[in-house]
């Protein structure tokens, strides 16, 4: 394991930047990040949350189609995750912070229920909830639009399209009984048994799935999942599980098929996002930082 | 119950029922995830399970998947036909409503079966929309083509 990464190898390396569990952040963290989130909800532009939110499900397209249920699961969303990542960076309130922005981690197999910063009622919390592009609403009513009920695809658009109408344009969730979340009993042994790629990864993305239906909400839904500010939190927990594997097996093998494959829109290959030191992020649970005048 | 079980039952392997292996899965093929969200939990020989059963290997539960649904189609009419050909040609991805497959790992509940048949029984759990927004069984989101017990020594 590096403590720096190498953007290319015709770069040199570089101190690697880490991100934080939410639970852990300090206060002038957390305040930084919530303003960074506020200024790109006011962006409404490519560089905005909604554009960034909306690369998941609605509106059209659903590039996320692709990472469901396939073995891109895990480095489709490492690209989504670090191009969103970036974007909070690119903010004012990022680079005025005096420390590094980064995208925080929900540890939901210990901290079983929605963390107090994704929680906060306070109308000023911008990750309580977010807007839903209006398109990505226009298109759920207008897609899932009645037709012969009788066939039961058509129903379950029927019962989609209703969902939509009723839904107000805001995210919004329905935490389940915390013992429905994954234990980290369940999450050792998925560290521990499952040293293939494969296996790993469709075991994770199963507990993946279990805390979107946890959240509830539009979080259980792919077209509007990533509205919600908690789905980043917890796509980083899921990132840094991988991660957690990685260095677990660092033999293991990543399957060849799949690592020349265009994680879309990203731009980016399988393969390209297999180390995080390359993308210039970790995961380190404790950093110290001593400034040095010269 | 308005799940899935197994009619007739499987005849297990013989070194199934020997308990001649390390490991053991039921793999499931083609499953739709076009609809809802929702968890797929399996029991062994309990066919009578439903929402509330316990997931404990006592009542037979063997492990769960859980499908990610795309929560209905949102294009206009045919935007979510997943083609049956494909042009040689055609070097886009797959379409992305392709049926999934699910592997459930079920080496703990297939040793304690007894016997040489087998039931799988699959519960299909929603959250939310009704039932006062809580677990329930809906039958019409579970649609699967195939499922298989592989067993390894």
């Known amino acids: 394991m590096s403590p720096t990464g190498a ?23 957390l305040e930084a990040f919530r303003a960074a989130i506020t200024e790109l909800l006011g962006k409404e532009d490519d560089r905005g949350y909604q554009y960034h939110a909306g690369v998941h499900g609605l509106p059209l397209p659903m590039y996320c189609n692709q990472a469901h249920g396939t073995p891109a699961f895990l480095p489709w969303h490492r690209a989504y995750l670090y191009r969103f990542e970036l974007a909070v ?11 590094d922005v980064m995208l925080p981690w929900w540890d939901w197999a210990t901290d079983r229920g929605i963390p107090p910063a994704y929680a906060d009622s306070d109308a000023a919390n911008p990750l309580r909830s977010a807007p839903i592009n209006p398109l990505a609403l226009s298109q759920g009513a207008k897609g899932a639009g009645a037709k012969d009920i009788e066939d039961p695809d058509e129903r379950r658009r029927e019962q989609a399209r209703e969902r939509r109408l009723a839904q107000t344009p805001n995210t919004t969730r329905k935490p389940a009984d915390p013992s429905y979340l994954p234990t980290q009993e369940q999450i050792r042994l998925l560290l521990k048994e499952k040293s293939d790629f494969i296996g790993f990864s469709m075991e994770l993305e199963g507990y993946h799935g279990e805390v979107h239906m946890w959240v509830g909400g539009d979080m259980e839904d792919i077209p509007f999942a990533a509205y919600d500010p908690i789905f980043w939190a917890h796509h980083c927990m899921i990132d840094r599980l991988w991660r957690m594997w990685q260095l677990l097996y660092p033999q293991a093998s990543f399957p060849t098929n799949v690592a020349s494959e265009v994680m879309e829109p990203f731009n980016l290959t399988a393969a390209e996002v297999l180390d995080p030191t390359t993308l210039g992020y970790d995961y380190a649970t404790a950093s110290t930082t001593v400034k040095v005048k010269v | 119950m308005d799940g899935y079980t197994t009619d007739p039952a499987i005849t297990l392997p013989p070194a199934a029922v020997a308990n001649d292996f390390t490991h053991a899965d039921i793999v499931f093929y083609g499953i739709e995830h076009r ?17 509330d059963t316990p997931r404990q290997l006592e009542h037979g539960y063997a492990g769960s998947f859980v499908i990610f649904g795309h929560g209905g189609c949102f294009g206009d009419e045919g935007h979510c036909n997943v083609p049956t050909q494909r042009d040689p040609f055609d070097s886009r991805p797959p379409h992305g409503l392709l049926p999934q497959t699910q592997p459930v790992d079920v080496t703990e509940a297939l040793r304690r079966v007894e016997g040489g048949e087998l039931t799988v029984t699959v519960v299909p759990v929603v959250r939310g929309q009704s039932e006062d927004e809580g677990e329930f069984v809906r039958a019409d989101v579970l649609f699967f083509t195939e499922l298989r017990l592989l067993t390894y020594r």
């Open chain 1, 89 to 99: 960076r690119d903010t004012e309130a990022a680079k005025q912070a005096d420390h």
């Open chain 1, 7 to 29: 953007p290319s190898p015709l770069k040199p390396a570089v101190p690697l930047r880490h991100r934080p569990s939410v639970t852990e952040m300090t206060q002038p963290e």
């Open chain 2, 35 to 51: 609809g809802p969200s929702f968890a797929g939990r399996v029991y062994l020989n309990s066919p009578d399970v439903d929402v």
